[in-house]
């Protein structure tokens, strides 16, 4: 077990290395406190100098490497009346174990998938969530009766994980912001946490308000469906061994490869899709004060966020419903440090769909954080394109609070 104190450590290959230590969300400590580090990138590999790093923390560095691999997963998959069918193949080189196939609020367990085998999948979407604050990591682990937020550490009396499973769950959680491998910032309604191992962003200074619930954790950004499993390291052709070094020992341990992957997904019939399953992408930003948290959340005074959606081409829309995450932020608090007054919630937002019939902006109003409207043709473009602008140009309403937000459609595929 390594101690507290200076490290040198060698990590092969081009990649990405950042510190990542809990003190970067400690909103009590100071520059002096956290520990100095020197990233020195070399032509075979990365040379990192922690110095004062105290390993009580689950993590602190990220490396991360982009990997050609042959292979890949393909999908034959049909989302229809509300449920997704068909096929997911295994082209990779290696066997899967323990594999999953995600959507927005729900999932299905495929099992083990070999090199080259196909699996059947089933999957019914869910319109309504009994608990919309649970993350997929937390419904993995209730399907196998475990209490969530699940923590392998805590259902081991402190030990490490014992068995594969625990070790993927408690994996699932890392990566979720869950157990204890999480900072989270929810003091203001239920939200999903932060996690340790994963990026993060710029924030205000202060405590931080709260997490955006508008797409989980362990889904692919922008994918309609994500299929995750751990790869088998008995077939792998591959050498995935961990040749990174410590004071110039290579450290022993176990090491797990997780897989994740998007799906292709076509749709067919009536289209009712459920809440946060289109989430909009930013495509452009106007202003200074416009701040993205590490929460996936933004903030601003004045200045606009343009975001896309797009939508299933060939679709008869009958309603479109725009979206605002509602548990970020329970009315007006003060934003420590940031002398920007107080904090308000989307509702405040200037919300402006484009209307590409005209050729211009059509103002909206989101009331208890959405918007609906059954005239929905004129605001989708060529390619499904639909464009959505947050804003404010009045200073004194204070800190706008919001997250990204989602598309509603209902309708039917011609």
């Given amino acids: 077990m390594l101690d507290q104190g200076d490290y040198q450590l060698h990590i092969p290959g081009n990649g990405l290395i950042q510190p990542s230590s809990d003190q970067q969300f400690n909103n009590g400590s100071s520059a002096d406190s956290e520990p100095i580090t020197t990233i020195i990138p070399g032509q075979n590999g990365t040379e990192v100098n922690l110095q004062g790093v105290n390993f009580s923390t689950v993590s602190s560095l990220l490396s991360e490497q982009d990997l050609k691999t042959p292979g890949g997963i393909t999908a034959q998959l049909t989302l229809a009346s509300g449920t997704l069918i068909g096929t997911v193949t295994n082209r990779l080189s290696y066997s899967l174990r323990d594999v999953y196939v995600l959507m927005n609020n729900n999932f299905v367990r495929v099992g083990d998938l070999l090199a080259g085998q196909s699996a059947q999948v089933h999957l019914?979407?869910?319109?309504?969530?009994?608990?919309?604050?649970?993350t997929l990591a937390d419904q993995i682990a209730e399907s196998y009766q475990l209490p969530t937020p699940y923590s392998a550490i805590a259902e081991n009396n402190g030990s490490s994980p014992q068995d594969e499973l625990q070790r993927h769950l408690a994996i699932l959680s890392a990566l979720s912001g869950e157990g204890e491998y999480a900072y989270?910032?929810?003091?203001?309604g239920s939200c999903k946490g932060i996690?340790?191992?994963?990026?993060?962003?710029?924030?205000?200074?202060?405590?931080?308000?709260?997490?955006?619930?508008?797409?989980?954790p362990l889904l692919v950004a922008g994918s309609a469906a994500t299929l995750i499993g751990w790869a088998d390291p008995?077939?792998?052709?591959?050498?995935?061994?961990?040749?990174?070094?410590?004071?110039?020992?290579?450290?022993?341990?176990?090491?797990?490869t997780l897989v994740q992957a998007p799906l292709n997904v076509t749709f067919s019939g009536t289209l009712n899709l459920p809440p946060d399953f289109i989430t909009g992408q930013i495509i452009n930003v106007q202003g200074n004060s416009v701040q993205i948290q590490p929460t996936g959340a933004y903030t601003l005074t004045t200045g606009n966020l343009t975001f896309e959606f797009t939508v299933p081409t060939?679709?008869?829309?009958?309603?479109l419903t725009i979206?605002?995450?509602?548990?970020?932020?329970?009315?007006?608090i003060t934003l420590p440090g940031s002398g920007a007054g107080s904090v308000v919630d989307a509702n405040q937002l200037?919300?402006?769909?484009?209307?590409?019939?005209?050729?211009?902006?059509?103002?909206?109003?989101?009331?208890?954080?959405?918007?609906?409207t059954p005239d929905a043709g004129v605001y989708i473009g060529q390619g499904?394109?639909?464009?959505?602008?947050?804003?404010?140009?009045?200073?004194?309403?204070?800190?706008?609070?919001?997250?990204?937000?989602?598309?509603?459609?209902?309708g039917t595929i011609s």
């Fill in 124 to 134: 019914r979407l869910n319109s309504s969530i009994a608990n919309p604050a649970m």
């Fill in 184 to 188: 989270t910032a929810c003091s203001f």
């Fill in 195 to 216: 996690s340790v191992v994963s990026s993060y962003l710029p924030r205000l200074k202060g405590p931080a308000l709260g997490t955006t619930n508008s797409s989980d």
């Fill in 234 to 256: 008995s077939s792998q052709s591959t050498n995935t061994t961990n040749n990174v070094t410590v004071n110039g020992t290579s450290p022993s341990g176990l090491q797990e």
């Fill in 314 to 319: 060939k679709l008869q829309v009958s309603n």
């Fill in 323 to 332: 979206s605002e995450p509602s548990n970020l932020s329970q009315g007006a």
């Fill in 350 to 372: 200037q919300a402006s769909l484009y209307n590409w019939q005209t050729g211009s902006w059509d103002t909206i109003t989101l009331n208890n954080f959405s918007f609906s």
């Fill in 384 to 410: 499904g394109r639909i464009l959505l602008q947050l804003g404010n140009q009045d200073s004194t309403v204070g800190t706008i609070y919001f997250g990204r937000p989602s598309l509603n459609l209902q």
